[in-house]
């Protein structure tokens, strides 16, 4: 995310954001996150109705519920796609991006074993959101641990996101710069997890 991207889609969505806001935020952050249009920039697009309703023009209390909907439905929809055809699209497809089926396993112990803190941290990024999301569908973890932690992860991200953009907006770089520093640390903490649970996979199979 850049300032650059922010203004832009400003100016873009100024137009309709009075209209059709509301909307917006539900279906972009329901796009994004549900992996079939993964083009749409939701993440962006909800910072900049957040921006928005810190100037009044919308009511935050409103768009955050839609968001957090939004971005609940779209996980589930990437989860069940894995679910029910996840190893085949792997099959097919994985050899294409890297994805061989010594790597599934490891991320698949991974997900077993700290399911919760995966899931949990890989939210706060739309790329390692859908894709955890994908494979935790197609892996053997439980339904019901998986919607939990998502939840919880869906709930803390919509409302920081919310709360830093609704009192920080009219500085956009602040902004920027908060959301970049903390998506790397939890980024950082995600690799470190599957890195450490790759090696201990290739060292019990030596």
């Given at each position: 995310m850049t300032v650059e991207q922010l203004q832009n889609l400003?100016?873009?969505?100024?137009?309709?954001?009075?209209?059709?806001?509301?909307?917006?935020?539900?279906f972009a952050m329901l796009l994004e996150n549900s992996g079939i249009f993964f083009i749409v920039p939701g993440e962006t697009i909800f910072v900049v109705l957040v921006f928005f309703a810190s100037q009044g023009v919308l009511n935050v209390f409103l768009l955050v519920p839609l968001a957090f909907i939004g971005d609940i439905i779209g996980d589930n929809?990437?989860?069940f796609i894995g679910r029910y055809g996840g190893r085949d699209?792997?099959?097919r497809y994985?050899?294409?991006?890297?994805?061989?089926?010594?790597?599934?396993d490891?991320?698949?112990?991974?997900?077993?074993?700290?399911?919760?803190?995966?899931?949990?941290?890989?939210?706060?990024?739309?790329?390692?959101?859908?894709?955890?999301?994908?494979?935790?569908?197609?892996?053997?973890?439980?339904?019901?641990?998986?919607?939990?932690?998502?939840?919880?992860a869906a709930a803390t991200y919509i409302t920081g996101t919310a709360a830093i953009t609704y009192y920080?907006?009219?500085?956009?770089?602040?902004?920027?710069?908060?959301?970049?520093?903390?998506?790397?640390?939890?980024?950082?903490?995600?690799?470190?997890?599957?890195?450490?649970?790759?090696?201990?996979?290739?060292?019990?199979?030596?």
């Open positions: 400003i100016n873009l969505l100024a137009p309709y954001v009075r209209t059709y806001g509301y909307y917006i935020a539900f929809i990437s989860f699209l792997v099959a994985g050899k294409y991006l890297a994805i061989t089926k010594e790597r599934i490891a991320v698949e112990k991974l997900l077993r074993e700290r399911g919760g803190i995966t899931i949990f941290s890989a939210h706060f990024s739309s790329y390692t959101r859908v894709t955890t999301a994908f494979i935790s569908g197609f892996t053997h973890i439980v339904i019901a641990k998986f919607v939990f932690f998502n939840t919880l920080f907006g009219r500085n956009l770089q602040l902004v920027v710069d908060i959301f970049n520093a903390l998506r790397y640390v939890l980024i950082a903490i995600l690799v470190i997890l599957v890195i450490y649970y790759l090696v201990r996979y290739f060292r019990k199979r030596k």
